[in-house]
């Protein structure tokens, strides 16, 4: 049996490891699959070792009903019709323990808590309803959704349903008359997507797929807000998203609007048919005028549900519902006539992750996992780049102030992303145009579609070609088909803009003139760029990618690559009576500031502020921070989570103490002090489900560090395996 030295070390080793497969081709992937099995192998021997020497002592837990399910799967953000969000964790659970407001026939449930059920179930309308769902269970509408009113039903700890009533007894009527055995292997099929093993699910004889609400509320008013008619609560952007759900790559594929994006074209009719058809009688008599004509309110909606399901960005969706200036117009126009192009990129680049998850499952038999893979990049930037472009144009009239002068203006302060403004440009210059900017727009999707299809097709080939291409390529073959459509007159991407942002970055980064000489660094005597980040000006030494080196007090030279940018902010003094050092992330409106108290890796004593600024999360801040340092770096004493509202007034005075300090003679007494009050705490292992296998590990240390015990940390890395280690 292991001791929690080696236990611990082991379950390291297994999360980083689950890192490097991820970004290995087949050849390289077998030896770290081979270690990785082995630690399994291992890490079992030694829990039934465990279980064993406890048998006798710890005495089994009943079968209450409730636990007799699978282990809780991925975590699930949902929101209620009126914006309140909830967190939610997945389940999947024998139907006979699901606890239903009513009966098949419409009669109340004796056992349910009367107070959270607040409609009528008994009402011809209700059971009809039902009825009508269990006739025909589609199973996407029936599990991941974004809101409580949609998706698979939300139950208490107890699993009463607290929101999809009405869902649940349709599947129970649809079980009971032999109709559900689709929605039975959809469960099954797409188990790991929730984080579940599917021969664990198929061995359910009435599988059925919950979200565990986690968030503490008042269980009266959430199941009331959950259960309001949608169509009554919902904005026009919450409809939107509601909408895109019932679009299935079938619906997508009639898609066919005229080349300008007309919605109503004749060749588009069998797409609103299909649309109507999914929205349902009752609610789509209100979209045809008199005469049985669609309406302005279908063509909105039809219009604001493509945009989600290709473009997944709730800005874009606001724009095309708000938009009214008609060159405005125009660019959605031409977004929605390009809309199925980047909806199958989103299917293919969703397909792509699955390929490589499942690659890795099915050789090591092992891991499920979600992150994301490097490969995806492309579509991801492209996408991005597009959406930004679109708002720097809507920025500019917003503003009235011509785009170029705009990007000047962010170029002055920021460093701008120059596929967007170049994307930007174009836009502009084809504003009047929907045809010409769709033109473009598919043959950016369709470019990128075939590389995602050329990478899928090389995961399994042990010699196929590595090379891929990069938004720059692909921006020049949309070039190359303007041109050859509209001839040599037609405006283009300024790849100029792109390329030389990018030779001026590489020639800063990488050039060796540009690295100061360590008396240089002593002195502060070498050339520095400056910029605006958020409300904060900021001294960059080491942009990212740079390498950044000196020497130790005990004479050891020490060199990293920075994976972000790293210099001071401007007008401050830190403990050691220089600017206060930052590390700055991708995000500069960010709402929080991370203060990492950094401390001397040997005497624990602290050393000075290391500043995370533009990061989304404590887990962003920590992973960059460790990442900007060599492996099994011990300086970090504890990080502080602060408002940017009172960072401000926190760098306004000299910084000589830990954030953390509390009037202990040091900084290493004060965190001890800090660290003993977390041990009573506790840890709560669900609370880490969320993370990479990659953030698990930097967070292990950073808990070993805070004074946790091997104990209380082991547990969270056994919980975290367990649901993604078969």
């Given at each position: ?7 611990m ?22 030896p ?36 007799a399910?699978l ?18 964790v ?30 009528d179930r008994e ?11 269990a006739?025909?269970l ?8 974004d ?10 700890e ?5 929101s ?33 093993n599917?021969l664990?699910v ?55 609007p ?41 063509r ?15 800005s ?18 031409a ?15 969703g397909e792509?992750?699955k ?25 991801e ?6 959406v ?17 002068e705009?990007?000047s ?7 701008g ?12 210059a ?7 900017m769709?033109f473009?727009?598919?043959?950016l ?39 050859a ?23 800063s980064?990488q ?13 502060g005597n ?26 130790s ?26 600017p ?32 995370m ?26 990080i ?29 007494d ?37 004074g946790?015990?091997l ?16």
């Amino acid at each position: 049996m292991l001791n929690l030295m080696e236990k611990m070390a082991l379950q390291r080793r297994l999360l980083e490891l689950i890192e490097l497969i991820k970004g290995t081709n087949v050849i390289e992937r077998m030896p770290l699959m081979t270690e990785a099995l082995e630690i399994i192998n291992k890490l079992k021997a030694s829990m039934t070792a465990n279980t064993q020497a406890q048998a006798q002592e710890v005495e089994p837990e009943p079968d209450d009903g409730a636990n007799a399910s699978l282990k809780a799967g991925n975590t699930a953000i949902v929101f209620t019709p009126k914006g309140f969000e909830v967190k939610t964790v997945y389940r999947i659970v024998e139907l006979s323990k699901v606890i239903p407001s009513h009966t098949t026939d419409g009669k109340v449930n004796a056992i349910y808590s009367e107070e959270l059920q607040p409609r009528d179930r008994e009402r011809k309308t209700s059971l009809a309803q039902v009825d009508k769902i269990a006739g025909s269970l589609n199973p996407k509408r029936l599990t991941s959704s974004d809101l409580t009113s949609h998706g698979s039903p939300i139950v208490g700890e107890d699993l009463m349903v607290e929101s999809g009533n009405g869902r649940t007894l349709a599947i129970t009527k649809a079980y009971r008359s032999g109709k559900a055995s689709e929605y039975r292997q959809y469960l099954v099929d797409n188990a790991r997507k929730w984080g579940f093993n599917p021969l664990q699910v198929d061995s359910l004889d009435m599988p059925v797929l919950v979200r565990v609400r986690k968030t503490a509320v008042d269980r009266e008013q959430f199941a009331r807000e959950s259960n309001v008619s949608d169509l009554q609560s919902m904005s026009a952007t919450e409809q939107a998203f509601a909408d895109s759900e019932m679009i299935d790559d079938n619906t997508m594929a009639l898609f066919s609007p005229s080349d300008s994006g007309d919605l109503f074209s004749r060749d588009n009719k069998p797409f609103i048919d299909a649309f109507v058809s999914k929205i349902g009688l009752e609610q789509s008599a209100s979209l045809f005028d008199s005469n049985g004509n669609p309406n302005r309110q279908l063509r909105e909606r039809m219009k604001s549900a493509i945009f989600v399901k290709a473009y997944k960005n709730k800005s874009l969706v606001e724009l095309a519902i708000e938009a009214d200036d008609p060159e405005i117009t125009n660019i959605i126009n031409a977004l929605g006539a390009s809309a199925p192009a980047f909806a199958e990129m989103s299917a293919i680049n969703g397909e792509l992750h699955k390929q490589l998850s499942d690659g890795i499952s099915d050789s090591l038999d092992a891991f499920s996992y979600t992150a994301k893979d490097e490969r995806s990049n492309l579509a991801e930037q492209a996408m991005s780049a597009l959406v930004r472009a679109t708002e720097l144009v809507r920025e500019s009239k917003q503003k009235g102030v011509p785009l170029d002068e705009l990007l000047s203006q962010n170029d002055m302060f920021s460093e701008g992303d120059p596929a967007s403004e170049a994307l930007a440009m174009f836009i502009q210059a084809n504003n009047r145009s929907a045809k010409r900017m769709a033109f473009a727009f598919k043959a950016l999707a369709e470019s990128i579609n075939k590389e995602l299809i050329n990478q899928g097709s090389a995961i399994g080939d042990l010699f196929g070609d590595t090379q891929e291409l990069t938004l720059v390529d692909v921006l020049t073959q949309v070039n190359k088909d303007v041109i050859a459509q509209y001839g040599n007159d037609a405006s283009q991407i300024e790849l100029d803009r792109i390329n030389l942002q990018a030779n001026a970055s590489a020639q800063s980064e990488q050039s060796d003139q540009d690295q100061p000489t360590q008396g240089q660094k002593q002195v502060g005597n070498y050339k520095k760029g400056r910029v605006k980040f958020g409300d904060f000006d900021v001294t960059i030494e080491n942009p990212i990618g740079s390498t950044r080196s000196g020497v130790s007090e005990s004479g050891v030279e020490w060199s990293i690559k920075l994976k972000n940018h790293y210099g001071d902010l401007q007008k401050t003094k830190g403990a050691d009576g220089d600017p206060i050092d930052v590390f700055l992330g991708d995000n500069p409106n960010a709402e929080f500031a991370y203060i990492v108290d950094q401390v001397d890796s040997d005497s624990r004593k602290f050393d000075e502020h290391k500043i995370m600024l533009g990061f989304d999360g404590e887990s962003d801040a920590k992973r960059a921070y460790f990442g900007n340092y060599d492996q099994g770096w011990q300086g970090l004493g504890a990080i502080t989570k602060m408002p940017i509202a009172k960072f401000k007034e926190w760098i306004k005075s000299s910084q000589k103490q830990p954030v953390s300090y509390s009037g202990g003679e040091s900084a290493q007494d004060d965190t001890e002090q800090a660290n003993k009050s977390k041990v009573r705490s506790g840890l709560n292992p669900e609370d880490y489900e969320g993370m990479t296998s990659d953030d698990l590990k930097v967070e292990s240390f950073t808990l070993e560090q805070q004074g946790y015990s091997l104990g209380e940390i082991s547990e969270v890395m056994d919980h975290w395996l367990s649901k993604n280690v078969a």
